[in-house]
């Protein structure tokens, strides 16, 4: 676990989390977890368009892809892109090399 308090590493697939959001926003109220049934504030409302989400998304989808591509299995690889880059770049490469990538 990363150091951050929030910081769980969880991403999903963009269109996933688009549907879900979508639904969120129309019903104006919380649909999953501890705030379900309650009102979306402005700001949750906000973050439900998705710019920031977007970006952890990507990136998520990035390290999944990169650890895929360096030979570990999809459990590793979902492990892997939760995880902050500069934590497993190093392991990535090391694992390039050793399958004969660059």
Same mark, same amino acid.
């Given at each position: !676990?990363?150091?951050?308090?929030?910081?769980?590493?969880? @991403?999903?697939?963009?269109?996933k989390?688009?549907?879900?959001?979508?639904?969120?926003?129309?019903?104006?109220?919380?649909? @999953?977890?501890? *705030?379900?049934?309650?009102?979306?504030?402005?700001?949750?409302?906000g973050?439900?368009?998705?710019?920031?989400?977007?970006?952890?998304?990507?990136?998520? !989808?990035?390290?999944?892809?990169?650890?895929?591509?360096?030979?570990?299995?999809?459990?590793?690889?979902?492990? !892997?892109?939760?995880?902050? @880059?500069?934590?497993? *770049?190093?392991?990535?490469?090391?694992a390039?090399?050793?399958?004969?990538?660059?």
């Amino acid at each position: !676990m990363a150091n951050g308090k929030y910081r769980d590493g969880r @991403w999903s697939v963009p269109g996933k989390r688009a549907k879900g959001y979508a639904e969120e926003r129309k019903a104006k109220v919380h649909k @999953w977890g501890n *705030k379900e049934g309650k009102e979306l504030t402005d700001y949750e409302a906000g973050m439900r368009s998705g710019y920031l989400q977007c970006q952890n998304d990507h990136g998520g !989808m990035f390290k999944y892809g990169q650890a895929r591509d360096a030979g570990f299995s999809k459990k590793d690889a979902g492990e !892997m892109s939760k995880k902050p @880059w500069k934590e497993i *770049k190093s392991i990535i490469e090391r694992a390039k090399k050793g399958k004969g990538g660059k």
